[in-house]
């Protein structure tokens, strides 16, 4: 009898701890490592992957590709010029980090429940085009996107710009419109989440990211962080977080414990089941909505998808997070879609481990390194007499929408130019480019300063010299097209990624 006893509370034990996850990997000081057979893995399919984006890097210019399982690294690749370490803009993926704010701010009581209407939080706020759908907007209506006001997101987000060209982004939207009643259909709109960010500043007395670092960054680990405010201090609820690939997957891996995190409960179980449920139907095909996530209507995994490739999917029944950030392209959402049906979810093989396979692991290892390494350096043509003429020389541009007021070309030496770009008196930054079809390294784009960039140059012609400029991390691809006439510039910019950019600027030279 004893003997049963025992045998029963050893069962109960073991049970205990996987239910409360002390037997999982907790990356809060870094992820661990291992080869993908280790972990139940096919590590030729994965490479056969890598050999897929490759093939169509103009349909989707990725920067990243982060595969983790049971709590293990088991690819992490980097295409270059984007390299490890370095944080990238999560776009819309960020409106997911703000419905988990959301849902921690619930479980600590600051707001008392999904149904309570928002406008109970803005109590000294006089709101224009008020009417009864409007004061029965509720929490769960900015996180399902069916708030009904008139928001305007095609074929870009009007609305979000608007916002950001009032003074005051909160107040902007609650005055919008009401096109219906609330929870009446799905209208995709960035300002909802911004209201929400604006409530847990309202609940918490804290900014989103200030809420944030002590109640989710601190447990998960994650120091390294950026994201902007609006004027009155609140952060940009529906985008603009920056954070590496590998935190971006400790989000992942939150869910995918349930709210659980080595020991402490983050987040409720009761919170993550309602936000990555169906909550409401999108009127697309591909996917449905839960709070401020995206859901496969087969119900294999969810996901976070920001603009032009950023992505966090979480397959619950795989135990597995995949993670993606890229620079756009034509058909980002095909190539995706095909690397995740056709070579990673097929990789997963097994719940244990498979046999040793050294030959597959060698091969993946090699294609991981050849995304990462930088072309060999191409033969550079001597300077032409009208690289020579220009170089160091200023010329200011007509007045323009971008507000560039100057730009200079310098040819430092045989292989390096440098370009450097004025707005106004307030703000000038510079472009190293590379001359040998291998990109140089700078900083100081405007949307983030402190983020690395990367550009290479070609002459085109006799007079027209090219610059691809790629943000990295803030997604952009810019192509700059410099001609010179005598003493007149033509400056012809592109977005090749990330915006949608085309303007002509004129300019003469400095007297």
């Known amino acids: 009898m004893k003997i049963r006893i025992l045998i029963l509370v050893l069962i109960f034990l073991m049970a205990s701890l996987v239910i409360t996850g002390t037997c999982a990997t907790w990356p809060t000081e870094g992820w661990q490592t291992s080869n993908p057979e280790e972990q139940g893995i096919d590590s030729k399919l994965l490479a056969e992957g890598l050999d897929f984006l490759k ?81 029965a907007i509720t929490v769960e209506d900015l996180l399902t996107m069916r708030s009904g006001f008139k928001c305007i997101n095609r074929p870009t987000e009007v609305t979000l710009f608007q916002m950001m060209a009032n003074p005051d982004w909160i107040q902007f939207t609650l005055d919008l419109l009401m096109a219906e009643a609330p929870g009446t259909r799905f209208v995709y709109c960035s300002s909802n989440p911004h209201l929400l960010s604006g409530i847990l500043r309202e609940t918490t007395g804290l900014g989103a990211l200030a809420f944030a670092q002590k109640y989710l960054f601190e447990p998960l680990g994650i120091s390294d962080v950026s994201w902007p405010s609006d004027s009155q201090g609140n952060n940009h609820g529906w985008g603009d977080m920056y954070l590496t690939p590998r935190d971006m997957a400790k989000l992942g891996y939150l869910y995918l414990h349930k709210g659980l995190w080595d020991g402490q409960q983050v987040l409720s179980p009761a919170w993550i089941t309602a936000a990555t449920s169906f909550q409401t139907n999108t009127q697309v095909s591909f996917a449905d909505y839960g709070y401020l996530w995206w859901l496969m209507p087969s119900g294999e995994y969810y996901y976070a998808d920001g603009r032009d490739g950023q992505r966090i999917f979480v397959f619950p029944d795989k135990d597995m997070v995949v993670v993606t950030t890229g620079g756009g392209g034509r058909d980002q959402y095909g190539v995706l879609e095909t690397l995740l049906t056709s070579y990673i979810i097929p990789a997963v093989e097994s719940e244990t481990p498979l046999a040793a396979n050294s030959n597959g692991v060698t091969l993946l290892e090699s294609r991981i390194q050849q995304t990462a390494a930088p072309p060999e350096a191409k033969p550079v043509h001597p300077l032409s007499d009208i690289a020579q003429t220009v170089s160091g020389k200023t010329y200011v541009m007509d007045a323009n929408p971008l507000g560039i007021s100057g730009v200079s070309l310098s040819f430092q030496d045989e292989s390096e130019a440098l370009c450097l770009v004025s707005f106004g008196e307030t703000y000038q930054f510079e472009i190293l480019i590379g001359l040998d079809d291998v990109f140089r390294f700078s900083s100081g784009y405007p949307r983030n300063p402190d983020l690395p960039t990367a550009a290479k140059g070609v002459w085109e012609s006799d007079n027209t010299f090219v610059i691809e400029y790629d943000t990295l991390g803030n997604i952009e691809r810019l192509k700059f097209k410099i001609s010179f006439e005598d003493n007149q510039v033509t400056l012809q910019l592109n977005g090749i990624a990330g915006t949608d950019i085309a303007a002509t600027i004129t300019g003469k030279l400095e007297e």
């Open 55 to 135: 093939e169509h890097r103009e349909e989707y210019h990725l920067h990243s590709l982060l595969v983790i399982r049971h709590g293990h690294i088991v690819a992490d690749v980097y295409f270059y010029p984007f390299a490890p370490g370095m944080m990238h803009d999560l776009a819309s993926v960020t409106k997911s980090f703000t419905a988990t704010l959301l849902g921690i701010a619930i479980d600590k009581g600051y707001i008392e429940r999904v149904q309570q209407p928002i406008l109970e939080f803005f109590p000294e706020r006089t709101v224009a085009n008020l009417d009864a759908n409007k004061e």
